[in-house]
Protein backbone atom coordinates (compact mmCIF):
# COMPACT_ATOMS: atom_id res chain seq x y z
CA UNK A 1 0.00 0.00 0.00
CA UNK A 2 1.46 3.60 -0.57
CA UNK A 3 0.43 6.86 1.56
CA UNK A 4 0.30 9.93 -0.69
CA UNK A 5 0.16 13.36 0.62
CA UNK A 6 0.19 16.86 -1.23
CA UNK A 7 1.27 20.15 -0.02
CA UNK A 8 1.97 23.31 -2.25
CA UNK A 9 -1.63 24.51 -3.00
CA UNK A 10 -2.67 27.99 -2.08
CA UNK A 11 -3.58 31.05 -3.39
CA UNK A 12 -2.16 32.97 -6.68
CA UNK A 13 -3.21 35.13 -8.84
CA UNK A 14 -4.05 34.58 -12.83
CA UNK A 15 -1.18 34.10 -14.25
CA UNK A 16 0.98 33.38 -11.93
CA UNK A 17 2.76 29.47 -10.90
CA UNK A 18 2.35 26.87 -8.17
CA UNK A 19 4.50 24.00 -7.68
CA UNK A 20 2.58 21.02 -6.05
CA UNK A 21 4.34 18.10 -4.81
CA UNK A 22 2.92 15.00 -3.60
CA UNK A 23 5.47 12.62 -1.13
CA UNK A 24 4.56 8.70 -1.12
CA UNK A 25 5.79 6.47 1.37
CA UNK A 26 5.11 2.88 2.65
CA UNK A 27 5.94 0.96 -0.74
CA UNK A 28 8.99 1.72 -3.77
CA UNK A 29 7.36 4.74 -5.21
CA UNK A 30 9.35 3.45 -8.44
CA UNK A 31 7.00 0.74 -8.85
CA UNK A 32 4.04 3.17 -9.16
CA UNK A 33 2.51 5.11 -11.99
CA UNK A 34 1.13 8.60 -11.10
CA UNK A 35 -1.28 10.80 -12.10
CA UNK A 36 -2.95 14.20 -10.85
CA UNK A 37 -6.37 14.81 -10.34
CA UNK A 38 -8.62 18.02 -9.57
CA UNK A 39 -12.17 18.29 -8.83
CA UNK A 40 -13.89 21.83 -8.38
CA UNK A 41 -17.13 22.67 -6.08
CA UNK A 42 -19.88 20.93 -8.03
CA UNK A 43 -17.77 19.08 -10.87
CA UNK A 44 -16.67 15.70 -11.29
CA UNK A 45 -13.06 14.73 -10.79
CA UNK A 46 -11.15 15.43 -13.90
CA UNK A 47 -7.86 14.30 -15.24
CA UNK A 48 -5.33 16.79 -15.05
CA UNK A 49 -1.62 14.55 -15.80
CA UNK A 50 0.08 11.26 -15.57
CA UNK A 51 3.15 9.93 -15.64
CA UNK A 52 4.63 6.56 -15.84
CA UNK A 53 6.79 4.27 -13.51
CA UNK A 54 9.81 5.77 -15.13
CA UNK A 55 9.00 9.27 -16.38
CA UNK A 56 9.36 8.74 -20.30
CA UNK A 57 5.48 8.52 -20.40
CA UNK A 58 3.45 11.99 -19.78
CA UNK A 59 -0.09 12.37 -20.53
CA UNK A 60 -1.78 15.77 -20.27
CA UNK A 61 -5.35 17.45 -20.19
CA UNK A 62 -6.28 19.68 -23.47
CA UNK A 63 -6.62 22.19 -21.05
CA UNK A 64 -3.28 22.41 -19.10
CA UNK A 65 -1.34 21.10 -21.93
CA UNK A 66 1.43 23.67 -22.55
CA UNK A 67 0.99 25.51 -18.76
CA UNK A 68 1.51 22.10 -16.25
CA UNK A 69 4.69 20.17 -16.24
CA UNK A 70 4.57 16.85 -14.11
CA UNK A 71 7.71 15.13 -13.42
CA UNK A 72 8.98 12.93 -10.29
CA UNK A 73 11.77 11.50 -8.02
CA UNK A 74 11.75 8.55 -7.67
CA UNK A 75 14.86 8.87 -5.17
CA UNK A 76 12.79 11.04 -3.19
CA UNK A 77 9.76 8.87 -3.25
CA UNK A 78 7.92 12.44 -4.64
CA UNK A 79 5.65 13.57 -7.49
CA UNK A 80 5.14 17.38 -8.59
CA UNK A 81 2.77 19.10 -10.67
CA UNK A 82 4.39 22.68 -11.88
CA UNK A 83 1.75 24.79 -12.52
CA UNK A 84 2.20 27.97 -14.80
CA UNK A 85 0.04 30.55 -16.46
CA UNK A 86 -2.71 29.54 -13.86
CA UNK A 87 -6.30 30.97 -14.60
CA UNK A 88 -9.65 31.05 -12.16
CA UNK A 89 -10.69 28.24 -14.20
CA UNK A 90 -7.68 26.02 -12.92
CA UNK A 91 -9.39 26.73 -9.07
CA UNK A 92 -10.12 22.99 -7.92
CA UNK A 93 -8.70 20.85 -5.06
CA UNK A 94 -5.94 18.38 -6.73
CA UNK A 95 -5.17 15.13 -5.75
CA UNK A 96 -2.04 13.37 -6.79
CA UNK A 97 -2.74 9.11 -7.03
CA UNK A 98 -1.33 5.90 -7.97
CA UNK A 99 -1.59 2.78 -9.45
CA UNK A 100 0.95 -0.23 -10.31
CA UNK A 101 -1.32 -1.94 -12.44
CA UNK A 102 -1.99 0.43 -15.80
CA UNK A 103 0.10 3.00 -16.10
CA UNK A 104 -0.29 6.45 -16.59
CA UNK A 105 -3.56 6.50 -17.76
CA UNK A 106 -6.32 9.34 -17.37
CA UNK A 107 -9.21 7.73 -15.55
CA UNK A 108 -9.90 7.86 -12.16
CA UNK A 109 -10.64 4.39 -11.94
CA UNK A 110 -7.51 3.47 -12.85
CA UNK A 111 -5.76 4.22 -9.54
CA UNK A 112 -5.83 2.53 -6.70
CA UNK A 113 -4.39 4.82 -3.93
CA UNK A 114 -5.13 8.81 -3.55
CA UNK A 115 -4.00 11.87 -1.13
CA UNK A 116 -6.04 13.74 0.67
CA UNK A 117 -6.07 16.49 -1.69
CA UNK A 118 -4.96 20.44 -1.81
CA UNK A 119 -6.21 23.70 -2.89
CA UNK A 120 -5.75 25.89 -5.72
CA UNK A 121 -7.20 28.98 -6.17
CA UNK A 122 -6.94 31.58 -8.78
CA UNK A 123 -7.95 34.80 -7.93
CA UNK A 124 -7.23 38.42 -8.24
Known amino acids: QVHMVESGGGLVQPGGSLRLSCAAS????????MGWFRQAPGKEREFVAA????????NYADSVKGRFTISRDNAKNTGYLQMNSLKPEDTAIYYC?????????????????WGQGTQVTVSS
Open 51 to 58: ISRTGVIR
Open 97 to 113: AANSRVGAVKVPSGYDY
Open 26 to 33: GRTFSEYA
